[in-house]
């Protein structure tokens, strides 16, 4: 079975400061993992996915199969930046498995 | 391209009542799949299809039927709806295996659905 762990459903920083967004997976094979976010009101679009190592908005994500995280950091909030995030999982390369596994999502607010 | 669209934007129903969600992409996609979102629950998997005229359950499929006659469209029904299917419903599409490697989904903008 996979899991998709965002122990904060809130967490709120100030304009200019780091902010750091956890996930945390559960998976025995090679997982595929990605950050959604979703502005107020919005669709959900894709941030970033961990086999890509790129840099979206500033914010950048590191895959730790040691510790089976998938954190989201981006050392200088925005305003812009509050929104809703989501950690997902894809089980596995290639082959058959095409369903994602969302956390429950962590709702950040920058403020001013 | 208009992307993935989900017609209509916003719904109030009545216990016991019936209506069809529609979902349509024109990215060419060979998957497609239904959510629902709720507050302090995420995104969870209602139905996917992973071929015109093919459909499967997902993580929270009772209540719900779809349908998938043509690729470029997902249709999900609620045949009689109760209030504990008030949720904002998505849509999403990606290419399959075959056609690309990413599986990255898109997105429509929701259907918000109240059952009073």
């Known amino acids: 079975a996979q899991r998709v762990t965002q122990p904060e459903k809130l967490l709120s920083v100030f304009k200019g400061a780091p902010v750091e967004l956890k996930c945390n997976y559960s998976?025995?094979?090679?997982?595929?993992l990605f950050w959604y976010v979703q502005y107020s009101r919005q669709r959900l679009q894709l941030l970033l996915r961990h086999i890509s190592r790129e840099s979206i908005k500033g914010f950048t994500a590191d895959l730790n199969k040691g510790e089976t995280s998938f954190h989201l950091k981006k050392p200088f909030a925005q305003e812009e930046d509050s929104a809703m995030y989501y950690c997902a999982l894809r089980g596995g390369r290639g082959g058959s498995n095409y369903k994602l596994t969302f956390g429950k999502g962590t709702l950040l607010t920058v403020n001013p | 391209n208009a992307g993935v669209t989900q017609t209509p934007k916003f719904r109030v129903l009545k216990t016991g009542q019936s209506m069809t969600l529609l979902c349509a992409q024109d990215?060419?996609?060979?998957?497609m799949y239904w959510y629902r979102q709720d507050p302090g629950m995420g995104l969870r998997l209602i139905h996917y299809s992973v071929g015109e005229g093919t459909t499967a359950k997902g993580e929270v499929p009772d209540g719900y039927n779809v349908s998938r006659l043509k690729k470029q469209n997902f249709l999900l029904g609620l045949e009689s709806a109760a209030p504990s299917q008030t949720s904002v419903y998505f849509c999403?599409?990606?290419?399959?295996?075959?056609?690309?490697?990413?599986?990255?989904?898109?997105f429509g903008p929701g259907t918000r659905l109240t059952v009073t």
């Open positions: 999403a599409s990606s290419y399959s295996h075959r056609q690309l490697s990413s599986y990255e989904q898109y």
């Open positions: 998976y025995s094979g090679s997982p595929e």
């Open positions: 990215m060419n996609h060979e998957y």
